[in-house]
Every structure is written in C-alpha cells, then in structure tokens.
C-alpha cells in the first residue's frame, strides 16, 4: 500500500437510480407474460381419464371400507354374546360345583364309620370327574361355537368384498 492520502467527501450523497424519487419508493418487479400454449387433447384426455379413474377408485375404497367397518362391528357384537354366554355358563358350572361339594360335606357330615366316609369319598370323586369332564366338553364345544360365530361375518364380509373387487 501506499502512503498516499486519500481524501474523503464527507458532505457527499450517495448516487439514487434516476427512476426513484424518493429513499422510501419502492422497485416494481417487471412482469413477464408466459406464452400462450394448447393442451393437445391426448393429454386432455389422459388427465380427465386419470381424474375420472381415481374417483372412481375412490368410491370403491370408500364402499370397500364401509363394509369392512360393518364387518368389525358384526365381529365384535358377535364376540361380545359370546364371550358373555361363556362367562354365564362358567358362572352356572361354578354353582353346580359347589352346590355338588356342599352336598358332599353334608353327606360327610353324616357318616358313621371310616370305611363309610372313604366311600363317599371315592363315590364323590367318580361323580365330580364325570361332571367336570361333561363341563369341559361343554365349554370347549362352547367356545368352537363363539370362535366360528366371531369369524363367519370376516369370512362373509371378505368373500363379498373380494367378489365386488374383480
């Protein structure tokens, strides 16, 4: 660098664009006209082909996914009887039981003689594995009932769908 003095203007203005008036004005974006073109109608027709499509795939999802939440709500009623029918009958087995065990204790209650309780006793037992095998049976053949019941309208429901779809 050089040792040269360099004079500074502190009284000079900054140079403004001729076209501005004022500090404060404002540029205007200059507008460009886009040029005018036609669709071909190939193109017209694929987009109104494609528009006219997805409304109507639309309206299949829409038919499509009511069915599905009529079929859930078929499901759940169906699981719901179900499952209180089986509570129900295990509340009715458990009566039976203990009904049959306090029967027991006043038959034991009774006896006179040893061998005439071990009697009972073995008596007893026969008849409550014979009635508990019987109650399992008929839970078992219960619950087939409600599992089968709970699955018929998904089975219906998605045979129907599957036949509108094709």
Do not use: C
């Amino acid at each position: 660098m050089s040792d040269a003095a360099v004079r500074v203007d502190s009284t000079a203005r900054p140079k403004t664009p001729k076209n501005v008036t004022s500090p404060n004005a404002t540029f205007e974006i200059p507008r460009f006209e886009m040029p005018k073109f036609e669709v071909p109608a190939a193109m017209r027709d694929l987009a109104e082909k494609g528009g006219a499509q997805a409304k109507e795939n639309y309206e299949k999802m829409k038919v499509t996914t009511d069915e599905m939440t009529g079929m859930v709500e078929a499901t759940y009623a169906t699981t719901a009887k179900g499952a209180t029918a089986y509570g129900l009958k295990i509340i009715e087995m458990t009566r039976v039981n203990a009904n049959a065990a306090f029967d027991f204790i006043g038959k034991l209650v009774a006896v006179r003689s040893p061998s005439e309780a071990i009697e009972l006793s073995t008596a007893h037992a026969r008849h409550q594995f014979d009635a508990v095998s019987a109650q399992n049976n008929e839970l078992w053949a219960l619950a087939q009932k409600v599992a089968t019941d709970a699955v018929e309208p998904v089975k219906t429901g998605m045979a129907r769908v599957l036949q509108s779809n094709s």
